[in-house]
């Protein structure tokens, strides 16, 4: 008897990872097992569809187990290690039923149970989702599963659009977290959330600069001042080995990134800021949106901008912001 298993909730900015693990009956010529057959890809059947065949996987398989990691567990671990740790409880809980097996099958090339006493009798294979009926079914049951997780979890946490989006990065739910910030839900470990909160993690490229109290209220100023302007600060005091930006910001409508050089100046007199920035500045600018860019590929459709915002006085105004 094969053991399907497959993963679902990878790639959403919130939510858990669900790992799905099933032993369906051996498909015999009989009228009752003809719905097996319309088991497929989770991804391609229609809501309706997947609601159907999951409860009658749920009723009529041999077992089934479901493995979850939550947001605050893969922040914690990384996505890799939540991968490993999803299956295995998804494994665990099907060995408590005490269902036999001789062979497990999970979805693409990494084998998440290396390392146990049932990795010898694992085999991957890419789309095996859509190819293995075990692997389809396991499929099926962490996708509902974890949609109806999500259409909970929007009654908790309302304005996000989890009901719609199941925490996935659509634009109306980074209009969202722009407008109300982020809830316990959310992965800190994901960009854009990572640069917004200044997520420190091992292998985590983006940290917070430590930059002075000054500094801080007046790029605290420009964040303000770039919302009001309907723009998504997607990163404030970004700093790597190789670069260091004050603020990156998008404007999700218009399709552009911009990135900001904060000047704070005690007067307000004209110019005093903007002063500093010369060509050899702009020229580290150039460098540092290039990288950024590089490093977040999801954004290298946008109209990159080099921008600079003069903040001044003891109410930290911004003056001007404006391209360079």
């Known amino acids: 008897m094969i053991l399907g298993i497959d993963e679902v909730g990878r790639g959403p900015l919130a939510g858990p990872l669900v790992v799905g693990a099933v032993i369906l009956p051996e498909a015999l010529p009989y009228p009752r097992f003809e719905w097996m057959l ?29 493995g979850w990691v939550s947001a605050a567990e893969i922040d914690e671990i990384g996505m890799s290690e939540a991968l490993r740790l999803a299956t295995r409880r998804a ?10 097996f001789s062979q497990i099958i999970i979805d693409g090339k990494v084998n998440f149970l290396k390392g146990t006493k049932l990795s010898k009798y694992v085999s ?25 997780y999500m259409y909970e979890i929007a009654e908790k946490y309302p304005g996000y659009g989890f009901e719609r989006n199941v925490g996935y990065g659509t634009s109306e739910h980074l209009k969202a ?40 209220k007046a790029e605290r100023a420009v964040v303000k001042y770039l919302e009001k302007r309907g723009q998504m600060v997607i990163g404030q005091n970004v700093k790597t080995k190789f670069y260091e930006i004050d603020i990156v910001s998008v404007d999700i409508e218009k399709m ?22 010369d060509t050899k500045k702009v020229e580290k600018m150039k460098f540092a949106a290039e990288c950024f860019l590089k490093a977040n590929k999801k954004f290298m459709e946008y109209s990159p901008l080099l921008t600079a915002a ?15």
Not at 124 to 146: F, G, N
Not at 186 to 205: A, L
């Open 256 to 277: 552009q990134i911009f990135f900001t050089e904060v000047k704070y100046r005690k007067n307000a007199s004209f110019g005093g800021g903007f002063a500093a920035i």
């Open 91 to 100: 494994v665990k809980s099907v060995q408590e039923l005490h269902e036999p």
């Open 38 to 66: 319309g088991l497929k890809d989770s991804k391609k059947l229609s809501v309706a569809k997947r609601e159907d065949l999951s409860g009658k996987i749920l009723r009529r398989a041999r077992a089934t187990g479901l």
């Open 310 to 324: 003069s903040v001044s006085g003891d109410d930290f105004k911004v003056d001007d912001w404006v391209a360079i």
């Open 124 to 148: 991957t294979m890419p789309k095996a989702d859509d190819l293995i009926r075990e692997v389809s079914a396991a499929s099926i049951i962490a996708k509902v599963a974890r949609d109806h």
């Open 177 to 216: 977290i722009s407008k109300l910030g982020i809830c316990e839900e959310h992965r800190k470990c994901f960009e854009p959330i990572k640069s917004m909160v200044g997520f420190e993690k091992p292998g985590c490229e983006i940290v917070v600069k430590n930059t002075t109290a000054i500094g801080k």
